[in-house]
């Protein structure tokens, strides 16, 4: 009779620890990792889409910044925790893919899933106000003369913008030398103080005061079509550079490999929603959310493409 008490006690542990259904989730809280401090773009987006997937799920989300290694130290986290879909994380891309190729960390892009993107902010060349050169002809004609003479800084020295600029030399022949910062606020005074020639750096709200001002000068932008609010500033393709697309970050939400894709349906309904609510896309600045919701498989799409693209040169960042 003690034995079979103790198998049936057993049996019931077993029950009772058994995994929730999909049909069930969320059952708990949701954490949302970023990879980078509290304050910026990444943690904007991540907190606002919180706030609305705490009130579409029932369950409250928790935004847990985990800055450190280019945004590693949170992957790792993501990939180590249960595929249940209470632990999701901000992808920031192109870094979260292009990271696992030039530095050795234990997951790659396959190591999780994607659900849906929350914003792009394009990438600008720019120059201070004063400037001896007027616009992106002259800039790039400058260098075309003047092989790494001219300075551009960047976020990072294997930032997409970074690898842009080498992409630049290898498949255009225009070669700049690449100066590495630590944020926006470094490359602001770099550029004021006369200490870099150019800037290729994101159009965030803090460069936009700068062109507001007169401060700075934009001279190109990155993606393929203008954007609304720089309309007299043309494309990198336009200027003769059609593959140089690649340096828009997306943030977005993803969820540890293995996850349920009813879960990751769930998700991605609730952020579709989310976007189409105008006070959601105000706070997040409407300039930055894309006029079409990116779902779970265009954003993989995007992911892939750029590991395509940016694989061959992180190898050679990787080589030295």
Not at 158 to 177: D, F, K, P
Not at 228 to 254: A, K
Request: glycine share 10%; with cysteine; aromatic share 6%.
């Amino acid at each position: 009779m003690r034995r079979a008490w103790i198998a049936l006690a057993a049996v019931l542990a077993v029950s009772c620890s058994t995994p929730d259904t999909p049909d069930e989730y969320p059952t708990q809280e949701i954490t949302v990792l970023v990879p980078y401090t509290a304050g910026g773009p990444t943690d904007l987006a991540a907190r606002t889409m919180g706030t609305h997937l705490e009130k579409a799920l029932g369950q409250p989300v928790i935004v847990e910044n985990v800055p450190g290694a280019a945004g590693s130290v949170a992957m790792n986290e993501l990939v180590a925790s249960d595929p249940d879909g209470h632990t999701l994380t901000l992808v920031a891309a192109p870094s979260t893919v292009v990271t696992p190729m030039i530095q050795d960390v234990p997951y790659d892009a396959s190591s999780f899933v994607t659900i849906g993107v929350i914003t792009e902010v394009p990438s600008v060349l720019a120059v201070a106000g004063g400037s001896e050169f007027p616009d992106a002809a002259a800039f790039l004609d400058a260098a075309r003369g003047r092989p790494g003479e001219l300075t551009v800084g960047t976020p990072g020295a294997t930032t997409s913008q970074a690898i842009e600029l080498r992409r630049l030399a290898n498949e255009y022949g225009v070669q700049v030398t690449v100066v590495p910062f630590n944020g926006n606020a470094e490359l602001i005074q770099a550029v004021l103080g006369g200490a870099v020639d150019a800037v290729f750096v994101n159009v965030s709200q803090d460069i936009r005061a700068q062109f507001d001002g007169g401060a700075f000068r934009p001279l190109a932008i990155s993606p393929a079509e203008r954007v609304g609010y720089l309309p007299d500033v043309p494309t990198l393709t336009e200027l003769g550079f059609p593959d140089l697309t690649y340096s828009t970050s997306i943030f977005g939400l993803g969820a540890p490999a293995g996850t349920p894709p009813e879960i990751v349906t769930r998700l991605e309904t609730a952020m579709r929603e989310g976007l189409s609510d105008p006070a959601v896309r105000q706070q997040l600045d409407e300039a930055y959310v894309p006029d079409e919701f990116i779902g779970a498989d265009a954003f993989r799409t995007r992911l892939d493409e750029i590991v395509r693209v940016y694989g061959p040169v992180a190898q050679e960042l990787k080589g030295g």
